[in-house]
């Protein structure tokens, strides 16, 4: 019956199961065979052995008495013969003289030798395999005069078949991580792109997998050297790559902290740019922790602005050990160091150390105008339904009325206190602690009290932090080290200025739409970005179509008082005081975000200004912006972007390349001119000793920094816990409950409930009994 079975199966599937006829091999038992396609021939010893001789031409054989002028050439020679055969080579024995020089070198098949642990079959541990089979094949290198090598033996009979052609890109003879593939690996990790993608990436760039020259683990391998390569001195390196850059730029600014024991705690750069952008945007900053950017678990704390494009731009940055007050205190004192002034506001979240360590900073120490603190809104909003309960915030109508005095910044202070008074008397939380202590600090966190802060309305949640975060996570991972940070660092600040270049040029190289007649609408579309432009632009049409004049003053000295009704605020006339110069509104838009409301610009059209004032410009908001800055901090040397230039060039290189290959086509007798040209400039390189000196570690080197040569000052710093840190912060039942909501709910197939599965589905257990 099995039997039988077993042939049904062969025959339905075509399968050769159990059926030793159907196998068919091919052994070569004639040495002087010469059958199409063979690169060897075989012959049986008297013993029974077979060996194999391989068939290469006689210009890539070694021969006895063949001279070389260094063992690396006649390595190299080996190699390259061994490529053509199919077999790997390695280094053998040697024998030396006195004076240490080798005056005999073996160079061997890779099977040459027995693995003794296979061979006494003790395995234990990781399931590993041996290729050795005690192969003779080798070539033996003998001393001669004038420092020079000569072939003493050459055995070239191997006791087991050559690597088949479609696998010899596997052999070792075949695999090396070129300067361009170290390139490539490195260049990709910069963006946050593995060794798996930039392996394929690098499969398209070189026409396929047997092209690259290296395997997805000689990949792995090269990034795991390199890690080892900073290893212990991660700390050190990363302050001597900053030297390196004051060195070539005086207004790079950086500064560092060490415990007692040497290891780094804190680290503080900003660099020519920018401390460029702080002097034109660093009126508003915000400033928020982000973690897991570093194996050591350092908080990494960018200090974020808005730039004339309205997009988030970078001051400086910090790595701090911990989250505390003097860690912090220290973050704070360097900026101010570094930019000459205290910003005008800081928008932070509720961290306890930053409420302590911003008023005792950014004081009027030493005739420096002291920083508003201000605290993010939606931090303090999220919190709502947690401190008060879900049925209360999302059952009722609590928030909305809630929200329509703590979001408002058309309300006075006493029209909000009026309010809030009127909302909490009505859901009866008087005696609410959380609430006191939220109408306490009030002043920190409600528009109302900023109405008359410039700029102030600029930010109002740490959301600009948020985003700077994100975009700093898709550069950034958990395991990297400080050097490998920071170069991730400079790739993602060169693709956020070179975003602001690109908006830069669609600015001063466009003119946008204009929507209405108003002459002022395009005065104002040659002097704001393009995206303040259109928020202007929508100010401007508001103010044409949306308003509503309910009173208008004779004009006393130049000045004309109006009351304007705006159709989509109820219950609110906002008064206007304008003239040709200027215009002033009890909204108070222009003083808290620097750009002019509608209700003055309707008051602008009635009396019949056509140019936009000059007075209502903000220079933050031009298109000339960075023309305002100080020359002093916009020196910026390119001798640290040096590795930079080197990867365009490669880059150049093997785009140049494929345009040739693509031009010569399908067409056997181009490609063969190709290849002839190549292999010519590849002698030519050789024969100059191009390259030759240029190791992989002085690759690594020009790649992450050289290697501090004596005793380290700086050490790596130590792993620390931080709060931050997913893995290791205690998280709280809400935010249990948050994820365990999203994920899947599993149901029963039979009845859809998801208290069992249908294995123990109750009416299906009914069904059968």
């Known amino acids: 019956m099995i039997i039988t079975d077993l042939t049904k199966i062969a025959?339905?599937?075509?399968?050769?199961?159990?059926?030793?006829?159907?196998?068919?091999?091919?052994?070569?038992?004639?040495?002087?065979?010469?059958?199409?396609?063979?690169?060897s021939c075989s012959r049986i010893s008297p013993g029974g052995n077979r060996y194999y001789v391989p068939v290469v031409d006689a210009a890539f054989t070694p021969f006895v008495k063949q001279i070389f002028e260094s063992l690396d050439s006649c390595l190299k020679f080996y190699k390259e013969y061994g490529r053509y055969c199919g077999f790997d080579v390695r280094k053998g024995c040697d024998k030396r003289d006195e004076k240490g020089t080798t005056i005999l070198?073996?160079?061997?098949?890779?099977?040459?030798?027995?693995?003794?642990?296979?061979?006494?079959?003790?395995?234990?541990?990781?399931?590993?395999?041996?290729?050795?089979?005690?192969?003779?094949?080798?070539?033996v290198l003998?001393?001669?005069?004038?420092?020079?090598?000569?072939?003493?033996?050459?055995?070239?009979?191997?006791?087991h078949p050559f690597v088949d052609e479609s696998c010899r890109q596997f052999l070792r003879v075949n695999r090396e991580m070129t300067v361009g593939l170290r390139s490539i690996v490195f260049d990709a990790a910069k963006v946050n792109i593995g060794c798996s993608k930039s392996f394929s990436l690098a499969k398209e760039m070189y026409g396929g997998y047997s092209n690259v020259g290296a395997t997805l683990r000689d990949f792995r391998n090269f990034n795991r050297d390199l890690k080892q390569y900073v290893g212990e001195k991660d700390g050190q390196m990363m302050i001597d790559k900053f030297k390196v850059m004051q060195e070539a730029s005086s207004s790079f600014y950086y500064a560092y902290d060490v415990d007692s024991a040497g290891h780094l705690?804190?680290?503080?750069?900003?660099?020519?740019?920018?401390?460029?952008?702080?002097?034109?945007?660093?009126?508003a900053v915000s400033f928020d922790a982000t973690f897991d950017t570093n194996k050591y678990n350092m908080v990494f704390a960018p200090f974020t602005g808005v730039d004339k494009h309205d997009r988030c731009v970078t001051f400086a940055a910090c790595l701090l050990l911990q989250e505390s007050?003097?860690?912090?205190?220290?973050?704070?004192?360097?900026?101010?160091?570094?930019?000459?002034?205290?910003?005008?506001?800081?928008?932070?979240?509720?961290?306890?150390?930053?409420?302590?360590?911003?008023?005792?900073?950014?004081?009027?120490?030493?005739g420096l105008v002291p920083t508003k603190?201000?605290?993010?809104?939606?931090?303090?909003?999220?919190?709502?339904?947690?401190?008060?309960?879900?049925?209360?915030?999302?059952?009722?109508?609590?928030?909305?009325?809630?929200?329509?005095?703590?979001?408002?910044?058309?309300?006075?202070?006493?029209?909000?206190?009026?309010?809030?008074?009127?909302?909490i008397k009505e859901f009866k939380l008087e005696g609410n602690k959380w609430l006191l202590d939220m109408y306490e600090i009030r002043s920190s966190w409600i528009p109302a009290y900023f109405r008359d802060e410039p700029m102030f309305g600029l930010l109002r949640t740490t959301s600009r932090s948020e985003s700077e975060n994100f975009f700093f996570s898709q550069f950034h991972k958990q395991g990297d080290s400080l050097c490998e940070f920071w170069i991730r660092y400079q790739s993602a600040m060169d693709r956020q200025r070179n975003e602001t270049k690109r908006l830069n040029n669609e600015s001063n190289s466009s003119m946008p739409t204009t929507?209405?007649?108003?002459?002022?609408?395009?005065?104002?579309?040659?002097?704001?970005?393009?995206?303040?432009?259109?928020?202007?632009?929508?100010?401007?049409?508001?103010?044409?179509?949306?308003?509503?004049?309910?009173?208008?003053?004779?004009?006393?000295?130049?000045?004309?008082?109006f009351e304007i009704r705006d159709v989509k605020v109820k219950d609110k006339l906002f008064k206007v005081s304008v003239s040709?110069?200027?215009?002033?509104?009890?909204?108070?838009?222009?003083?808290?975000?620097?750009?002019?409301?509608?209700?003055?610009?309707?008051?602008?059209?009635?009396?019949?200004?056509?140019?936009?004032?000059?007075?209502?410009?903000?220079?933050?908001?031009?298109?000339?912006?960075?023309?305002?800055?100080?020359?002093?901090?916009?020196?910026?040397?390119?001798?640290?972007?040096?590795?930079?230039?080197?990867?365009?060039?490669?880059?150049?290189?093997?785009?140049?390349?494929?345009?040739?290959?693509?031009?010569?086509?399908?067409?056997?007798?181009?490609?063969?001119?190709?290849?002839?040209?190549?292999?010519?400039?590849?002698?030519?390189?050789?024969?100059?000793?191009?390259?030759?000196?240029?190791?992989?570690?002085?690759?690594?080197?020009?790649?992450?920094?050289?290697?501090?040569?004596g005793d380290l000052a700086v050490l790596a710093p130590n792993v620390c816990k931080n709060k931050g840190n997913y893995f290791k912060r205690l998280i709280s039942e809400r935010e249990k409950a948050v994820t365990k909501s999203k994920k899947r709910v599993r149901r029963c197939k039979e009845c859809s409930a998801v208290t069992h599965d249908l294995r123990t589905c109750p009416n299906r257990n009914r069904g059968e009994s």
């Not at 930019?339 to 930053?354: E, F, K, L, S, W």
């Not at 104002?524 to 970005?529: E, M």
């Not at 230039?645 to 390349?657: A, L």
């Open 11 to 39: 025959d339905n599937q075509g399968s050769v199961c159990g059926d030793l006829s159907r196998v068919s091999s091919c052994v070569i038992d004639d040495a002087n065979d010469d059958s199409e396609g063979d690169i």
């Open 580 to 709: 040709r110069s200027h215009a002033v509104c009890s909204c108070k838009k222009f003083v808290m975000c620097g750009i002019v409301c509608r209700h003055s610009f309707c008051g602008l059209k009635q009396i019949g200004v056509t140019k936009f004032p000059k007075t209502l410009v903000l220079n933050r908001w031009m298109k000339i912006a960075e023309c305002g800055s100080s020359s002093g901090s916009i020196s910026v040397e390119n001798d640290f972007l040096k590795m930079e230039q080197v990867s365009v060039k490669m880059t150049d290189i093997c785009y140049d390349f494929r345009q040739v290959v693509d031009k010569a086509g399908l067409q056997a007798d181009r490609l063969d001119y190709v290849h002839k040209v190549i292999k010519q400039l590849n002698d030519d390189l050789d024969s100059h000793g191009v390259g030759v000196d240029f190791t992989k570690r002085d690759h690594m080197a020009a790649m992450v920094g050289e290697e501090p040569q």
């Open 373 to 423: 603190h201000r605290l993010c809104m939606w931090h303090i909003m999220n919190k709502f339904p947690i401190k008060l309960g879900n049925r209360l915030c999302k059952e009722t109508d609590f928030m909305e009325k809630l929200k329509k005095f703590i979001w408002s910044s058309f309300l006075e202070i006493d029209e909000f206190e009026k309010g809030w008074a009127e909302v």
């Open 105 to 139: 070198k073996h160079f061997v098949c890779s099977r040459e030798g027995f693995n003794e642990l296979f061979r006494n079959k003790v395995v234990r541990g990781r399931r590993t395999v041996s290729r050795r089979c005690g192969c003779k094949a080798r070539v």
């Open 265 to 283: 705690t804190k680290l503080f750069w900003a660099d020519p740019v920018g401390r460029r952008y702080f002097e034109i945007y660093g009126d």
């Open 515 to 561: 929507l209405s007649t108003w002459y002022i609408e395009d005065d104002a579309a040659k002097l704001f970005t393009r995206t303040i432009f259109y928020k202007v632009q929508e100010e401007i049409l508001a103010g044409c179509l949306d308003m509503q004049i309910k009173r208008m003053s004779d004009e006393v000295d130049g000045v004309t008082n």
């Open 325 to 366: 007050v003097s860690d912090y205190s220290w973050a704070f004192e360097q900026l101010v160091k570094a930019m000459g002034r205290n910003p005008v506001i800081i928008i932070t979240d509720q961290c306890p150390a930053m409420k302590v360590a911003i008023p005792a900073v950014f004081s009027n120490a030493n």
């Open 142 to 159: 003998k001393l001669m005069e004038c420092n020079r090598y000569a072939v003493h033996n050459f055995v070239e009979e191997h006791n």
